[in-house]
Structures are given as C-alpha cells and as structure tokens.
C-alpha cells in the first residue's frame, strides 16, 4: 500500500519533526516559532499559507483540484503550562512548558500527511484543508477564533485525531455518538464577616461553609440524576484565609462540571443553585455562583465515523480499530466545528509503557502512533473522494 511505503521510507523524518515541535512548546495564542516552523514546513512542499488576524498564530493551507466536497484535517498548535522532567535528548527547552498533551505529534501527523499528499501526487478531486489550530487548551480557545477567521466557511466535513496513552501505538479508538462532555467552568465565592477562630460562632466561618458545600453539591448531584448518567462536578482551586488563627471573608472556588446528555444542562443548574442556597441557610454565607465558559459536548456524525472504521480496518486490521465502550469526560474544542459541519473524532493510541496519562509532566509517547494516524487520515481522504468519484 502506498502510504504505507511512504511512511516507511519518512518515517525518521517525521520524528524529527515532533522531536523539534517537542523541544520548542508554546502555550495557547503564543505558538508563534511553532507557527513559523510549520507554515515554512507545508510552504516547502509547495503549500499555500492563508492566514488573517483573527486567527493569530493559527492558519490553513488547501490542495485539490474542481468542483468535489471539501475535507477538513485539524491538529492543534498549543503546548501545556507544565514544566517537563522527563530525561530525553529532545527535552523541552522554554522552562515551564512542555508538549505534555501529545500536540506535538498532532501537528507531525498533520504535517506527514500533507507531506504524503503532495510528495504521490494523490489525486484530490475536491479540497483537503490542513487546519492548524492554536489554543486547544484555553477556554473558549482556538477552535471558535479559527471559525471566526473564516477556515471552515465551505468546508464540508471535518476530522481530528487525538493521542490515548490508554491504547498500544498500532491502534485507534472510536466510537459512535458522544466522544467527549460538555465543560462548564463554575466558580463560587463565599463571603461573610471573618473573625477570631477562637469565636467562630460570632462570625461566619466560611472553611465550614465551603467544607459543606463541596460534599452537598457532590451528594445532591448523585442523589438528583439517574445512576447512568455521567456526571462529573469538581473543583481543582480553592483560595482563602491568611492566617491559622483567623477566620477569612472570602473564599473563592474554581471547578469544572462535566456531562454527557445535554438535556441535563438545566437540572444541573438548577441543583447547583439549590444546594448553594441550602447551604447559605444552614451557615449564613453568601455565596454567589458565575459560570464563565461553557463548551458543547463532541458527538461524531455516523458517517464520518463508518469512514474512519472502514479506513482504520483497511490500514491497521479490524483487530486494532477499538469501539471503545464510554466517551471521554474530558472537553475538546473540536466540538465546535462539529456544531456547524458533520464530522469525527478518534482516538490514537500512544501507549509507551511509562506514560500515567496526559496533562502529567512526564508525559511522552510511542512515536509509531504518528505512523498509525497518517495511514488513518490518508486512507479516510482516499475513501472520501472515492466515495465522491462514483
């Protein structure tokens, strides 16, 4: 098979491209050299670069030829605030930012494949878009920038792949329906008078408070919603207080709230306002509840899942194409392209038996995955404008 040929002779050089964007992170909106290095990557194979301000460091490069439909790839361009410890040649050099979500690979998948198209010649009776994405990882980020930009404006469909250390570097997972949760953030600030911890009873303590409101929001949620539906509400910040011998008037809370079926969007809502004011109740605090993003749910269109099955089938073997079972309660961007245009989402496996999981600051991967995503995209691009050919 061709692209498999490709690749093997490539191969190499595809790594030294992730080992480079791995070595030079950039958080969302400021991947300016990484930019740089793909724009001159897909410029000397002979691309086109379209970029306008509103997609800042993002852009899109086209090939294809006619009157056919439009396929979208996008990778994403942003590293993670996250100071890497891992000991390998192609370490990380911006001190506090590392690669640590596999967007490295993402781009080297999406640069291969662009490499691949052009370098055989394939013939692309339609338009394959190479979109490159900044701020996958910041809220509400890249995605809605780029749309705002103009890149998807007559795009037809749209795919996008992302590493799972989970799975072994041959395969991919997939599934039909719901591939990732809705994310809303929530912060809550309690207030009240703070005092003498000694005389908690002539003031509000407001650690009490807050101790009471995260396990009531944890308890009215699972007692609220059936046992099946996926639910997850957590807090990953909380400030407050001073001093040990002093009661603080201020408390603030910053979480995530996650789900699946976004029908329960307003029942959350509803007892999470309920349960705070319950709690205000029993403590005198007032507390008061923002929620500052909110981003849909990524559910796949069925057909442009059947077109990644059929293509992972026919380039990895039905054995290595893996419907997974659960969607992941982890938020993707991605899903807002798949508001306006059908499309898919899967998953690529990244496993190298050391690796805990994303977002970890040893984080790495088995470089052969961006062997496997390259067969996968080129071989979806292939059945997608055969399919349009007959």
């Given at each position: 098979?061709?692209?498999r040929?490709w ?26 050299e ?9 410029q000397?194979?002979?691309?086109t ?21 439009t396929m ?6 942003d ?51 190479f ?32 590493i ?16 990732a949760a809705?994310?809303?953030q ?13 005389r ?6 407001l ?23 996926r ?18 008037d201020?408390?603030?809370m910053e ?13 959350l ?18 507390i008061?509840?923002t ?28 054995e ?10 982890g938020?993707e961007?991605f ?18 038996g ?10 790495n ?8 995503a ?17």
């Open positions: 098979m061709l692209v040929d690749i093997e002779k490539n191969f190499k050089r595809i790594v030294a491209v992730r080992r480079w964007l791995h070595m030079h992170p950039e958080v969302g909106f400021h991947e300016v990484t930019s740089q290095y793909c724009q001159k990557f897909m000397d194979l002979g691309y670069v379209v970029q306008n301000e509103t997609m800042q460091t993002g852009f899109i490069c086209d090939i294809g030829r006619g009157n056919g439909p979208a790839i996008r990778c994403d361009l590293a993670l605030p996250i100071h890497e410890i891992n000991d390998i040649e192609y370490k990380s050099q911006n001190l506090g930012a590392s690669h640590a979500c596999g967007h490295d690979s993402h781009m080297a998948n999406i640069l291969g494949l662009a490499a691949y198209i052009k370098e055989t010649e394939q013939d692309i009776p339609g338009k394959i878009r979109l490159f994405q900044p701020a996958e990882e910041i809220a509400p980020g890249g995605a809605v920038v780029m749309m705002e930009a103009g890149a998807i404006d007559g795009v037809d469909h749209i795919l996008g792949g992302h799972l250390p989970s799975l072994s570097a041959e395969k991919i997972g997939i599934r039909y329906g719901p591939m809705a994310v809303e929530i912060n809550i600030c309690l207030k009240g008078p703070g005092g003498h911890t000694s908690p009873v002539e003031s509000v303590d650690i009490w408070a807050q101790s009471h409101l995260i396990l009531s929001l944890e308890e009215s949620v699972r007692h609220h919603l059936n046992e099946w539906e639910v997850v509400l957590a807090f990953g910040k909380v400030e407050g207080g001073h001093t040990c011998n002093v009661l603080p201020e408390i603030n979480g995530t709230l996650r789900f699946l079926n976004a029908e329960l969007k307003e029942k809502h509803q007892i999470i306002k309920q349960t705070i004011q319950s709690v205000e109740n029993l403590t005198d605090a007032t008061e509840l929620i500052p993003h909110s981003s849909p749910g990524l559910t796949n269109d069925e057909r442009c899942t059947d077109l990644i099955i059929s293509a992972g089938h026919a380039v990895l073997g039905e290595n194409v893996v419907m997974m079972e659960e969607s992941s309660m938020g961007d899903a807002y392209y798949l508001e306006e245009i059908p499309g898919a989402y899967f998953r690529i496996g990244s496993n190298d050391k690796t805990r999981d994303i977002h970890t600051n040893d984080f991967l088995d470089e052969r995955c961006m062997a496997t390259i067969k996968v995209f080129a071989e979806s691009i292939s059945q997608y404008f055969q399919a349009h050919r007959n």
